[in-house]
């Protein structure tokens, strides 16, 4: 068993999921380990409950790495642009801030 990959955030947590059946269909044995902890919520923190995506055999590490790779790069070409609220500039949607005054996204 290793230790793959785990959200960053709650929200984020759908990609576990995504992932794994991405994992499954290359034949990357794994499975999501700390799923049932939600029940928990509240005596843990947030962050140990989270969902985590574990390979079975560890040879599978370096591929498995690489398809959550591909998988990020091709979810960041489909991100849309957006226009920074302060300066008005487009940005790429794959930046996560405004490249001319530094305003991050998705902050109000
Ligand atoms: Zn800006």
Excluded at 23 to 45: D, P, Q, T, Y
Aim: hydrophobic share 35%; with cysteine.
């Amino acid at each position: 068993m290793k230790y793959l990959f785990a959200p960053n955030t709650m929200s984020e947590s759908g990609e576990v999921y995504v992932l794994k059946s991405l994992l499954e269909k290359e034949e990357v044995a794994c499975v999501i380990r700390n799923e049932h902890l939600f029940i928990a919520v509240g005596e843990l923190s947030p962050q140990e409950c989270l969902p985590a995506l574990w390979i079975f055999n560890d040879a599978d590490y370096p591929k498995a790495l690489e398809l959550i790779e591909a998988w990020r790069s091709s979810q960041a070409e489909t991100l849309s642009q957006w226009v920074c609220p302060d300066c008005g500039e487009t940005i790429e949607g794959q930046f996560s801030s405004c490249w001319q005054c530094g305003k991050q996204r998705y902050e109000t």
